[in-house]
């Protein structure tokens, strides 16, 4: 029984196995057989779930309920004032490193800027969170200009800070403790530039958003900076100007015929590409923009005042050698008369025994004060100017045009101002008058007073008219465009009275101070 029972064990199944049926052409299994097997998985037989909506950045409100958003930006904002400050990597140059240290990059002030930017703008639409983020900001931004401030007044103190004073030819660039120096105030005008596009710092209110101490803090870093190294330039350049004034002999300049200009404008030629260098790398940032245009206008300012008051000096006469030597030219030789050829035509000419004659002197060129006039108003005009991207801006941009086109006008002055005060009838007068007053428009009367007063060969004192020393005067009414205009009426009225009472006939100048007064 037992064997019988183990046999069946192994006995196949009482229903034999069918073969497997042809593959028909319609049939999905056969097909999938010539795919790969990758296209056989499960995966391809579930339906496609749909794409995950993209979650929604909670509401600024739901952060400040839980307060988890404002301790988040807290941290970094401190972490972002943390790396704007560290040292940057690679390997330091040997004329920027100062202490081991290298200067703070250009463009760390602007990437936290924008940070801030981004995160206000973000919450503009919530007043609260605003004004959150803002009191956010005090804590990190108090920490970094305490930073800079002791990083910066080592530098300060140091005495290679100003040594040299301006920038020259043999030393262009400048050393290794001004660069940290600016770059510290680059990185602070930066920052600025963010406070100035949210209008932060400017409320007087403790209610407001308590910046204006920050705001402060980092003008201060820009100013104790970039002051000494912009007056520095200034101080060089004041004595060089202010030598435009003195009648000395002029310099033939090269490549231009008959063309002599002052010795102060043959030296700026030299200076003024490498202060201009050096001023756009101090006054790179908005804040140094109303220094910059101060710095402008007050060395036109000088330029006028000395090439006003430079006394004229007299042409040379003619040589009567010079005079005699081209009639000589022109004409016959005074040995023979005027109708008998010379001697010359008719005879071989012989070596003369008689040592040549010394050259004929020919007078150079004298001075001219319109000439120089132009020459210093192409210096200056190359010289950086604000930017007109702000309101502030835009108005010391028009305060430094207004200069430049009087130090123009005032070249134009010079040479027309002999010719306007002349008269040759009595209808000329008014027209010359009118003539000098469209050309004096953009100059300041009392600079061109002294021209005009010149050219018409009146030497008026000012101890006589004024009452006061020619130093007093300067000092009390040129010490700039503003006080020229205040003080234009009652010293012109005191001229205009000195004249007409005075045996001097001037017409034309008379009735030009009367429209002068008039205004």
Known sequence: MHSLKNPLSFRPSSRPTSPAPPSRPDSGIGMERSRPLTKLSLNNLR??????????????????????????????????????????????????????????????????????????????????????????????????????????????????????????????????????????????????????????????????????????????????????????????????????????PGKMTLGVKNVVLHSSVLTLQSIIPIYTQALRRYTSSRTAQNLLATFVISLVWRSMVALCHRPTTPSPPSSPGLISATKKRRNSPSSTPPLTPPASRFTIKLPSSRPPSPPIPVSAPSLSPSTDARAIYDLLVTLPTPVAETESGRLAREAVDEAMNGLHALADLFDAAHHLLKVTSDSTIEDHALELERLTEKIPTLIALPVLLRAQNLDIRSEVVLGLSEEDYRNSCLTGFGRADECATPVGLRVHDHIRTSENTAPVLLAWLEKEIAE
């Not at 900001?137 to 080592?154: I, T, Y």
């Open 47 to 248: 339906r496609a779930s749909p794409a995950p909506l993209s979650t929604p950045t909670p509401a600024p409100h739901t952060l400040v309920q839980d307060g988890s958003y404002l301790e988040m930006l807290s941290l970094k904002l401190s972490e972002a004032v943390s790396r704007a400050v560290t040292q940057p990597s690679g390997t330091p140059a040997m004329n920027d490193v100062v202490s081991g240290k290298k200067p703070i990059p250009s463009g760390r002030g602007s990437t936290l800027g924008a940070l801030i930017v981004s995160e206000l703008k973000a919450a503009s639409g919530n007043p609260h969170l605003h004004r959150a983020i803002v009191r956010s900001l005090h804590k990190p931004l108090s920490v970094l200009l305490g930073s800079l401030s002791s990083m910066m007044l080592p530098l300060l103190s140091s005495s290679a800070f100003l040594t040299p004073p301006a920038p020259t030819v043999q030393s262009p660039h400048p050393n290794a403790v001004q660069l940290h120096a600016i770059a510290i105030a680059t990185f602070a005008g930066e920052l600025l530039e963010t406070f100035d596009e949210l209008n932060l710092g400017h409320d007087n209110d403790v209610r407001g958003d308590g910046l204006k101490g920050i705001r402060e803090g980092l003008v201060s870093v820009v100013s104790r900076v970039i002051n000494p190294l912009v007056g520095g330039i200034r101080r060089e350049l004041v004595p060089i100007i202010d030598a435009l004034e003195l009648s000395i």
